[in-house]
């Protein structure tokens, strides 16, 4: 049995300006002890994936689907249930953790959070256990850093040890959405490496929600590639970088740097859009008559799955 | 959770909007509802009936034609000071806060300094040198309520100064009066009309304290003056609530309608967050 | 051309005793039209302070920077209005640099109060420039906030160029955005610098974008400029 299946996900959100069709049937399954990458650009619908999951959805959403954990359908269970899975058995890394510190408590009492929350650990238990996170972080003195603030240390002292405190409990599932946006090379790596160690410690699954292709093809088992709210490729890592087939695939890395940086024509559609047919073909190079009105279907080819007629 | 509480603030506008304007229309239309010249006279001391919603006061007038004209008055004052106010209050918080350095600290000095003249005594005491009268009111409150308009203004403007979009117009070339003008102002409108609206009510309690207290205009029947004369020509003593409770309501449904309607320009903070929707302020 | 003799840029700041700190300093480079060049260094204002001050945002520098030989901090207007045409910024955040409130035509619209095209020639100009930064007049009715990072940074970079500059500094232009995205305004980026020969100072902190833009590279370390690259 996998750890997490989603099973055709549809969320759409009503806005004033209109239906947007966030997520479009998208299935997906993570496995014990694997990394999944999800991969595209801002705005096509993978955050929404990672909310849908941890029902974080605002109210102008509407959600179909299943997205079954260790066989409970998330959807289904109460919001009680639902808040004592997330940060326990499902960890939630978000974009610029460090954003999350409230600057008026101490570094060690918002780490400690967690034991609080979930194991009713005491204040002072809360505290001892900051001070052995802190110092496996390589923190100075542990035991005075606990008392300090969140503004006392850099940035990225201040991410490792959310990320730390995130992952304290042993999580079955860490889900990780864009945590190395906007940031320079060092701490990228930095992070990177920690999500991997702390994956290895607590035999952990992940979901890696990101748009750089780099951090993707360091630490994931698979890949998933979205554009406009839908699967285009589901796809073992190491075949993604030696020979992606979906031309939305191909272009990404064709952008990279060592690929020599060249782009996609066009735009990505806003989600508001409905284009007909596949919802790739104004900017792709091979488009036939048939790409402007079929949608080709997520099949099944060569060990991995391809939304495009080429391949049909 | 959150939805409740928009659902909430949504009722809350509608119903200050309703009360604003229905308020705001009888102000305008004056002679058409009432009844009523405020000079005609009928047999005094008549309580509430049919042809008198209110009765009468001490010398026959008809309660009610006098309670229609005097929201004329308050909703004036009211207004007037309010627009005043808010002006100067918006011109000194801008150039204050775009500016720093000098020009804040003298601006900001200035304030604190008429922070300090007590408004309601400096009236009574302008009131016994000079004639009572509506103008004069509306001059010294417009010239004393600005301050708490201007200190809100100023940190607002002060933060959205270090703004990107502020920096790129500087370095496309836009003047410091476009800039205050075109690119700053449309960004604290939301919080101009808040302001407004809580200056206002301020002003139009006072103008009804001062009436009540006998400094008002007594050539007009303000909403303030009607409770005055309830108190001094017996209205209270012969316990006609319906002299006095009437446009003591008034006054409160309005500051309440105002209030109200303040609520709908609560919003989000502006272009600070990732996705942010655009938010129109009546949710 | 842009030249930059013995620039530096000191403040004091802290409470009670003033710590002094020094951000720039003896920087001589020659910042040539129709090239980029490429400024690294660790994250910090050094960079960002260079690219203010060359563009005349910040004044409190000591040194001098001419601006095809003259002193511009002896400009006095209309010759600082050129310069300030002429030489322009574009920010890295890419919703930052645009007013929230106002739609993408009136941001547009006001920058051609500058350029004081007569009003006839006023849309034509603006659909032009969009054309040039690959954008269709559909976004002109649309506000900051609904636009991806990638399609506000080419309206900042469409109201720079309706100004016709000679230059311009890029402050990590690409760095808050998608890597597809970033692919995309780079080569824009190449095009304009070949379609019109716009010199470029292209602040980054990523060695493959600044390998791939630039001409000459220096590294800002220590408030000094090691140029190690000459284009």
Known sequence: MSLLTVERLNVVFTTHQ?????VKNVSMTISHQETLALIGETGCGKSVIAQSILRLLPSNAQINGRILFQGRDLLLVDEKTMASIRGKEIAIIFQNPSLALNPVYSIGWQVGEPFRIHQSANRNQSIQESVRLLSYMKFDKPESAVKMYPFEFSGGMNQRALIASALALHPNLIIADEPTQGLDRTLIKQIIEQLDRARKIHSSSMLLITHDLTVARSISDWIMVMYAGEIVEQVPTLDFFQSPMHPYSQGLLQSLPENGFHPIPGQSPSMIENLSGCQFHPRCQWAREQCRWEKPGLLPINGRMVRCFLYD | MKDLIFQRKKYFTRIGGFLFILFLLIAIFSHFIAPF????????????????LLGTNDIGNDLFTEFIYG??????????????????????????????????????????????????????????????????????????????????????????????????ARCLGFSNWHILFYEILPNIVMIIIPEFLITVASAMISEASLSFLGLGDPTLKSWGMMIHHAFQRGGFLNGMWWWYIPPGMGITLFVLSMVFLSFAFEETEIGMGEEVAIVPFNR | MIELQNVSYEYSKGWPRKQHQIVLSDISVKLCMGKTFGLMGHSGTGKTTLGKIVVGLMKSYSGKISFHGKDISQLKSPDWLFFRRKVQMLFQDPQGSLNPKKRIDASLRDVLKITKIP?????????????TVGLSTDFLLRYPAQLSGGQNQRISLARILLLKPEFIVLDEPTSALDISVQAQILFLLRELQKNHGLGFLFISHDPEVIQYMSHSIGILKDGSLDIIQEG
């Not at chain 2, 010249?37 to 008198?52: E, S």
């Open chain 2, 37 to 52: 010249q405020l000079r005609d006279r009928f047999d005094p001391f008549l309580p509430p009936g049919l042809k008198h």
């Open chain 1, 18 to 22: 209109g239906k947007v069709k966030a």
């Open chain 3, 119 to 131: 009003f006839n020639q006023q849309k034509q100009a603006i659909e032009d420039v969009l054309k």
């Open chain 2, 71 to 168: 929201s004329r008055t308050t909703l004036l004052v009211g207004l007037l000071t309010g627009a005043f106010a808010v002006s100067i209050g918006v011109l000194v918080g801008l150039f204050a806060g775009y500016h720093g350095g000098v020009i804040d600290e003298l601006l900001m000095g200035i304030t604190d300094v008429v922070l300090m003249i007590p408004r309601i005594p400096l009236i009574i005491v302008l009131s016994a040198f000079l004639r009572p009268s509506v103008g004069l009111m509306i001059l010294v409150m417009s010239v004393l309520w600005w301050t708490s308009t201007a200190r809100v203004i100023r940190s607002r403007t002060m933060q959205i100064r270090t703004m990107g979009f502020v920096e790129s």
